[in-house]
């Protein structure tokens, strides 16, 4: 653009459509990154239809470059004093993912996984327990909100159940698996999303959302476990984590009546 508009800052229009089961996700004055589009002429354009198109997307005044940011969900919103910071969950941390499963089966496949080149993990649910893939240390204090896409990633995959578990550093994960598999009822600190059920081709959310912001830095666990009777080719992928903090900041007003005391 920057060639096409000779060097110049230009204001560009979009109409943007979507098509197939994710819905178009337009920011509110955050960068979009790494998210696949293609584009499309309004005259049929054999150098330009249906070519990878690398977008950012930001609200602002027309004509005016938005400040350099870095490609990611970066911070943007001040809202009565706290900054609202909505980001996805690095490729980096999803690497080191660990199998902290709770069954009596053995299987002779890895049931928890990396998907390397789909930036994903891969979990396969087994006829008996809870197959859990547990990422350390992700939460951080202040998150509000967690939630992520998930599927089951074969056409004749049997579908299963799927939800999200935070756990604090210090606790054992397995028992706290355990107390939601036995619905433990006294363990009121419990904090899980609940079950989701998912099919072959049709991806879901799952939006977690906190009663109020955690206070210390916590594990992330993705559990899933058998729908129905068989669990075959139940290849489960969960993706596109996102995260919402919530982190206190002065109020711009305090600020100001600061530096007027201070002249």
Same mark, same amino acid.
């Given at each position: 653009?920057?060639?096409?508009?000779?060097?110049?800052?230009?204001?560009?229009?979009?109409?943007?459509? =979507?098509?197939?089961?994710?819905?178009?996700?337009?920011?509110?004055?955050?960068?979009?990154?790494?998210?696949?589009?293609?584009?499309?002429?309004?005259?049929?354009?054999?150098? $330009?239809?249906?070519?990878?198109?690398?977008?950012?997307?930001?609200?602002?005044?027309?004509?005016?470059?938005?400040?350099?940011?870095?490609?990611?969900? @970066?911070?943007?919103?001040?809202?009565?004093?706290?900054? @609202?910071?909505?980001?996805?969950?690095?490729?980096?941390?999803?690497?080191?993912?660990?199998?902290?499963?709770?069954? +009596?089966?053995?299987?002779?496949?890895?049931? @928890? &996984?990396?998907?390397?080149? %789909?930036?994903?993990?891969?979990?396969?649910?087994?006829?008996?327990?809870?197959?859990?893939?547990?990422?350390?240390?992700?939460?951080?204090?202040?998150?509000?909100?967690? +939630?992520?896409?998930?599927?089951?990633?074969?056409?004749?995959? /049997?579908?299963?159940?799927?939800?999200?578990?935070?756990?604090?550093?210090?606790?054992?994960?397995?028992?706290?698996?355990?107390?939601?598999?036995?619905?433990?009822?006294?363990? !009121? !600190?419990?904090?899980?999303?609940?079950?989701? %059920?998912?099919?072959?081709?049709?991806?879901?959310?799952?939006?977690?959302?906190?009663?109020?912001?955690?206070?210390?830095?916590?594990?992330?666990? @993705? $559990?899933? /476990?058998? =729908?129905?009777?068989?669990?075959?080719?139940?290849?489960?992928?969960?993706?596109?984590?996102?995260?919402?903090?919530?982190?206190?900041? &002065?109020?711009? !007003?305090?600020?100001? /009546?600061?530096?007027?005391?201070?002249?």
């Amino acid at each position: 653009l920057p060639k096409a508009c000779d060097g110049s800052h230009r204001t560009l229009r979009l109409r943007i459509s =979507a098509s197939g089961g994710v819905p178009p996700e337009l920011s509110l004055g955050n960068v979009i990154a790494n998210e696949r589009y293609a584009a499309r002429a309004r005259i049929p354009h054999a150098d $330009l239809d249906m070519r990878p198109l690398a977008l950012r997307i930001f609200t602002g005044l027309p004509g005016v470059r938005p400040a350099s940011l870095p490609n990611a969900i @970066v911070p943007t919103a001040l809202i009565n004093g706290r900054k @609202v910071d909505d980001y996805r969950l690095p490729v980096e941390l999803l690497r080191n993912v660990a199998n902290v499963s709770v069954t +009596s089966i053995s299987p002779d496949f890895p049931t @928890v &996984r990396f998907l390397e080149h %789909e930036d994903a993990i891969g979990c396969h649910p087994l006829e008996e327990g809870v197959t859990a893939a547990a990422i350390r240390r992700v939460v951080a204090p202040g998150t509000v909100r967690v +939630s992520a896409r998930a599927v089951i990633d074969h056409p004749e995959g /049997k579908p299963c159940a799927v939800g999200l578990l935070l756990v604090n550093l210090a606790s054992d994960v397995k028992e706290e698996i355990d107390a939601i598999s036995n619905l433990d009822r006294r363990r !009121q !600190q419990i904090l899980f999303s609940g079950w989701s %059920e998912v099919a072959p081709n049709r991806p879901i959310d799952i939006n977690f959302m906190l009663e109020g912001p955690v206070d210390r830095t916590m594990d992330l666990v @993705v $559990l899933s /476990k058998a =729908a129905a009777d068989s669990v075959d080719f139940s290849w489960l992928k969960v993706f596109n984590f996102r995260l919402v903090k919530h982190i206190e900041a &002065r109020p711009a !007003q305090e600020l100001a /009546k600061e530096a007027a005391n201070v002249r």
